[in-house]
């Protein structure tokens, strides 16, 4: 069996790593006839289109950035950051078979059988944040009124935000998508005519405790999903660098061991294959690679000039509020 792992450990650059595993991968899916690995190929593909081609995202970024600007205008005492990313091609790979993990192991748990090879497909169809942007506001204290919360003002205008960004990027060439979310509480914070296309954590907020707002929109000049998260400072503090993170991460490792001891192995090849994939994954020593433009000193102490890890950059942009600029009313 292919494995991405195999391929981390000759110097390559990662658009040559990918080339080299798709190459590899497909071959092997024509011998065995794993029509899931050619699905996988194909994702492979994806990630490497976004890597050799430039002119598209120069596009996308610039519309985005008109977004930041109408914000810079509107919301001149906040600070705030806008970051895009390409999805690294490690967590790419994890998630591909992440989800086939996933999605075999429900169906089993409800159904007693397998998914056919048909449903598995059209569910690993659903990939719509290999591209991302992220808005991270802040709000400064010397701002606040009395009686009023950081927490509470940074929300309001969290989705004061949300609320003109779908209109605002569907003028400029974006589709929102619509949100599957069953079940999810809408925040009397959010337009009616906006809410649909939204993923809300903050009002459905998860069981580790992660909140953000989510949208998918279709880029239809690049032609190209791509996902927008909102975020406050305190959210984003606590999904990069707090329980989010860390706590998330053993959980999944837990979850992921108790699907192995449910689906007995030999019973299904693309559980197995995919389980395999990500379990190697996670056992990654990433001092111990060898990636062109990649160096890390142990799984924490990175430098990723590459995106194998932490994804690869699109844009950067930073607004200090007016109160950072000493410009106080």
Known sequence: MKKLNDYLYSGDTVLKILQRYSQDLRQSAKETHNQIDLVHCNFLLQIAELLQH???????????????????????????????????????????????????????????????????????????????????????????????????????????????????????????ELASFAGEEKSPLIDESVSPYYRDYIANSESNGYQSLHITLYDNIARCYVEVQLRTKEMDDFAEIGPANHLGYEKRQESERARRHAIPEGENIYFDNAYERGIALQQLELSELDVNMFTAMDNSLINDGCGLFRGRQILPYEHLSRFQNDIVD
Not at 81 to 93: D, N, P, Q, V, W
Not at 111 to 135: H, M, N, V, W
Request: include cysteine; charge should be neutral; glycine fraction near 4%.
């Open 54 to 176: 430039n002119d598209f995202l120069t596009s996308q970024s610039q519309r985005i950035r008109e977004f930041y600007k109408l914000m810079a205008t509107d919301y001149d005492f906040l600070a705030f950051t806008f970051k895009g990313r390409i999805k690294s091609l490690i967590r790419a790979e994890s998630k591909f078979n992440g989800y086939i993990v996933e999605y075999i192991y429900d169906y089993y748990i409800k159904q007693g059988t397998y998914p056919s090879l048909p449903e598995l497909k059209s569910a690993l169809s659903c990939f719509r944040d290999l591209i991302a942007y992220r808005i991270v506001i802040s709000l400064p204290k010397c701002h606040l009124k009395a009686g009023q919360t950081i927490a509470e003002e940074e929300l309001k205008y969290l989705y004061e935000v949300a609320n003109q960004l779908p209109g605002f990027l569907e003028e400029r060439g974006f589709t929102a």
